[in-house]
């Protein structure tokens, strides 16, 4: 936790991988593509990358977050949970700017209230900072 | 002669050791696969696993994804005839859903699901062996390895039909544990304020077992998912980049 931003445009947008800040975005992307597609050449090759780029235990890694979360998805749309007042408020801007809100299971999340995207829009910077702090003291720990 | 559950739980031709806790997740919850659950039998549950898989390669499935609309599309899931005398077709038809096209579920979908005959318990728990199975093979699939063979099912005991009392409606269309009131034999399933992601399934507290054995294994143990310093080999934002990236490209809201 270096407390350095990072670009997450990347999640929507391949294109910007390159200029999120993160290390072997790229790589990382193309294999999350992959494993969810079904073009078998295309996996294999992005595993290849993505084994050169992180080693094997970064390959494990990489296979474990996408399984997860594709399990996860799968949970939150197979079942119709709202998403949490907190990150709904905290969240509103992101989601308006990743278009996020054009997603079909939008439904199931009631609309932000006018005062609800104010707090969030107050509290979001103080949450980075506070993540920031954090990652600071435990990487001095 | 059986093949023993953890026989089954190879990473063949990997290019390195896989940790032993993944592993270890795969196994028990292949042990769990094929035992009774809360409401379904172990024959039952291996059959919701092995039409998961049928899934991921359904061509009624792949149909349907690209048209506008999944109800245009009539016909018959690939693999759907060896579950003929387990589970209805509308049963098959959930699981392939819920595997193929999750985004476009909705709670219209949902009433028809339980108008159909499938309780919301017995919902729960189907889609917390879909998920796991869909976890678990993806995980193998980008590695590279062979898929586990399923588990052959255990007839030892009956579903345990344990309803949590303390359920109810909160927002969701399955009832779910207040965020508060895992307590008593539910007291394991979290501690403190629990996100709606993790309550999800609580209508069926084994599914939520599965679901963090499988947690800390494949991605961060429950406790770490709020700590933004916990990673692995990759760092916390690769591991989130990851993270949001799948979730982009199945367009889950969540």
């Avoid at chain 1, 609309?111 to 954090?134: D, K, Q």
């Avoid at chain 2, 307590?183 to 996100?195: I, N, Y």
């Avoid at chain 2, 999800?200 to 679901?211: E, F, T």
């Amino acid at each position: 936790m270096s407390g350095d931003r990072v670009d997450v445009t990347a999640v929507v947008d391949p294109s910007a991988a390159a200029e999120s800040g993160i290390p072997n975005a790229v790589a990382l992307i193309a294999f999350s593509d992959a494993v969810v597609g079904n073009d078998e050449i295309e996996l294999e090759q992005a595993r290849a990358s993505l084994l050169e780029a992180v080693g094997f235990e970064g390959l494990v890694d990489a296979a474990g977050v996408v399984g997860n979360f594709q399990r996860m998805v799968r949970i939150a749309d197979g079942t119709g949970i709202p998403l949490d007042a907190p990150m709904r408020a905290l969240t509103a801007d992101l989601r308006r700017d990743l278009a996020i809100n054009d997603y079909p299971s939008a439904d199931n999340t009631p609309a932000e209230s006018t005062s609800g995207r104010l707090l969030g829009r107050v509290l979001a910077p103080l949450l980075g900072l506070a993540y920031r702090t954090m990652g600071r003291v435990k990487g001095k720990a | 002669m059986e093949t023993p559950t953890s026989d089954r739980i190879q990473f063949a031709n990997a290019p390195g050791e896989v940790r032993s806790d993944i592993a270890a997740a795969h196994a028990r919850f292949w042990q769990r696969l094929a035992s009774a659950g809360t409401w379904w039998s172990g024959t039952e549950r291996v059959a919701i696993a092995a039409q998961t898989r049928a899934a991921m390669g359904c061509k009624l499935c792949d149909s349907r994804k690209q048209a506008l609309s999944p109800t245009a599309i009539d016909g018959e899931h690939d693999g759907s005839l060896h579950s003929h005398g387990l589970l209805t077709d509308a049963t098959v038809d959930v699981i392939h859903r819920i595997t193929s096209d999750s985004s476009r579920l909705g709670r219209t979908w949902f009433e028809k699901v339980q108008a159909d005959g499938l309780g919301d318990t017995h919902y729960v728990e189907l889609l917390g062996i879909v998920v796991a199975m869909v976890s678990i093979d993806a995980f193998c699939r980008g590695l590279g390895t062979p898929l586990h063979p399923l588990p052959d099912p255990v007839s030892d005991k009956a579903p345990s039909r344990l309803r949590p009392a303390s359920a109810r409606e909160d927002g969701a269309w399955v009832p779910m544990i207040p965020s508060d009131e895992a307590k008593g034999s539910e007291a394991d399933l979290w501690s403190g304020r629990a996100p709606n992601v993790f309550r999800a399934m609580s209508l069926v507290p084994d599914a939520v077992r599965d679901l963090k054995y499988l947690l800390a294994a494949h991605y961060l143990e429950m406790g770490k998912v709020g700590d933004p310093s916990a990673s692995r080999t990759l760092s916390r934002p690769q591991i989130e980049l990851i993270a949001g990236r799948v979730a982009a490209l199945n367009e889950c809201f969540y």
